[in-house]
């Protein structure tokens, strides 16, 4: 799945969230915030793209969809983000109690968002790597290809940007009017309960199906101009043009 869909997934899951973490008196914004970038930052193992193509195709421990894209490492990477991006509560936390349920209910919101990445990935095909070992290191079994679609879906990419759009304008207008509401909460647990239906609902056989499929989603336009933005990224990456 792309950084974005992975993002929106996060984005939706932090307003439900908030619901629990402000009993440890995380704020809205920051369990938002959290969240998000817990479901992007297991794919922090894509730097290999840049870096060394073989180790991102391979099957090293640390390639691309391997221990980051397990359970342990989804825990180890929300440890060193909570410590990162909440030093103070970290190391106050013997200081008080409070410090550290907050701190807690930090690592709590990154490792849900980052739980969020891997039934994402393994939604879509396996690719050369042929799933996710969801339960690394200790046992490097893999996992995926349940929908049969790529890893890029220009449909969800444009249902995310809307997201984004519609739940950041409700958001404004909460802070505009000093009212917090329920609304976010709701079309966020909607919009999750959608995505599950669409990812399972859509299974191809072939490049040529899943492109006519999203022409008809899409429409013409937005499919060329994803089509060409496609290219650049592929011939940029020299990326393997895998269905
Ligand atoms: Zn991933």
Redesign the pocket.
């Known amino acids: 799945?792309t950084p974005v869909s992975?993002s929106v997934f996060g984005f939706a899951a932090g307003f439900i969230l908030s619901g629990i973490t402000a009993k440890a008196k995380l704020s809205r914004r920051r369990t938002v915030i959290l969240c998000t970038a817990g479901a992007v930052l297991?794919?922090l193992?894509?730097v290999w793209l840049v870096l060394d193509k073989e180790i991102y195709y391979g099957l090293k421990w640390f390639s691309?969809?391997a221990v980051?894209?397990s359970i342990f490492g989804v825990a180890i990477i929300a440890l060193i983000a909570a410590i990162l991006f909440q030093p103070k509560l970290t190391f106050h936390a013997k200081d008080s109690r409070q410090a550290f349920i907050k701190w807690m209910a930090s690592f709590f919101v990154l490792f849900s968002g980052g739980l969020l990445?891997?039934p994402?990935?393994m939604i879509t095909l396996p690719g050369v790597w042929e799933g996710?070992p969801i339960f690394a290191p200790f046992s490097w079994d893999r996992f995926g290809g349940w929908a049969h679609m790529p890893?890029r879906d220009f449909y969800f990419i444009c249902f995310s940007l809307c997201t984004y759009f519609v739940f950041s304008l409700i958001w404004l207008c909460e802070y505009l009017f000093k009212k917090k509401t329920i609304i976010i909460p709701i079309l966020a647990a909607l919009m999750l309960s959608y995505s599950t239906y669409y990812f399972y609902n859509s299974r191809f056989t072939s490049t040529i199906a899943w492109e006519n499929n999203q022409k008809e989603l899409v429409g013409e336009d937005i499919y060329f101009f994803a089509k060409k933005f496609e290219k650049q990224i592929f011939r940029l990456w020299n990326m393997k043009t895998i269905f």
Do not use: E, K, V
Request: charged share 20%; with cysteine; net charge negative.
């Open positions: 799945m992975h297991p794919d193992d894509a691309h969809h980051l894209h990445h891997l994402c990935d996710l890893w």
